[in-house]
C-alpha cells in the first residue's frame, strides 16, 4: 500500500532527497546510540529527523533497513581511514602508527558510531554480523598485503598476525572511550602503537 504524504508534510521544508537521506541518517545513530535497536522507535527517529514517519518510510521501508544503512555509512568510513591511513606512509612504523590513530580519530569524531559498531544489540543479527565481519576482513586485508611483502609470511599467516593487530586496536579503542579519554588521546594511540609495532617488528624481513 502506497505511503501518503500528510499536508504537514507537504508543508515541510524540502530538501534535496540525498539530504533528506543523511539527515535522516544523523538522527537515527543519535537514537539507536541511545535507546538501543530493540527500543528504539521510528516514531522517534522521525521527530528527531523533524520529518513525519511517511517520510521516513520513503526513503527506509523498515527500522531493519534504515539501521542497516546507518551501520554501512559508517563501516565504510573506518574502513577508508584505515586504507587511506595505510597507502599513505611507506614507512612500516608510520603504518601502524596511522593506523592506530585513525580508529582513535573515528572514535573521537563519531564516538556514537563506534559505540554502534562495537557494542550494539543488534551484533548477533546475521545481517549485522555479516557486515562487522566484512569491516574486520576489509581493514585487515589492507594491513595484511602489507606484512606478506614485508615480511615474506604467506596469506594466510599474514591475515592472522593483520586481524590480531585490528583486535588489539578496537579493544584498545574501547577502553578509552569507556574511560572518558583519562589518558591523553595522542599518549593512547603512541601506547597502542609501540605495544603493536614491537610485536610486529620482531619478524624477519623479506629478502625478495
Not at 538501543?36 to 523498515?62: C, N, T, W
Not at 559508517?74 to 612500516?92: G, P, T, W, Y
Not at 580519530?105 to 565481519?133: C, K, T, Y
Not at 596469506?155 to 574501547?174: N, P
Request: with cysteine; glycine share 4%.
Amino acid at each position: 500500500m502506497p505511503i501518503e504524504l500528510t499536508v504537514a508534510d507537504e508543508k515541510t521544508n524540502r530538501l534535496p532527497r540525498d539530504e533528506r537521506r543523511a539527515q535522516l541518517l544523523v538522527a537515527a545513530l543519535e537514537v539507536f546510540t541511545a535507546a538501543g535497536y530493540h527500543s528504539a522507535a521510528m516514531d522517534e527517529i522521525a521527530d528527531r529527523a523533524k520529518v513525519s514517519k511517511p517520510v521516513l518510510y520513503q526513503h527506509f521501508p523498515s527500522k531493519l533497513d534504515l539501521y542497516l544503512a546507518v551501520l554501512d555509512l559508517h563501516i565504510d568510513s573506518l574502513v577508508f581511514a584505515i586504507q587511506k591511513a595505510i597507502a599513505a606512509n611507506r614507512e612500516n612504523s608510520a603504518r601502524v602508527a596511522a593506523t592506530v590513530e585513525a580508529y582513535f580519530g573515528f572514535i573521537d569524531s563519531e564516538g556514537e558510531a563506534f559505540r554502534l559498531l562495537f557494542e550494539s544489540d543488534m551484533n548477533v543479527e546475521p545481517q549485522v554480523r555479516e557486515r562487522l565481519n566484512r569491516m574486520t576482513y576489509d581493514c585487515a586485508a589492507a594491513i595484511s598485503a602489507v606484512i606478506s611483502i614485508d615480511t615474506g609470511l604467506g596469506k594466510e599467516e599474514s591475515m592472522m598476525l593483520a586481524v590480531g593487530i585490528i583486535g588489539t586496536v578496537q579493544t584498545s579503542a574501547r577502553h578509552w572511550l569507556d574511560r572518558d579519554g583519562k589518558i591523553d588521546r595522542r599518549r593512547a594511540t603512541e601506547l597502542v602503537m609501540n605495544l603493536i609495532w614491537r610485536g610486529i617488528s620482531g619478524f624477519p624481513k623479506s629478502q625478495s
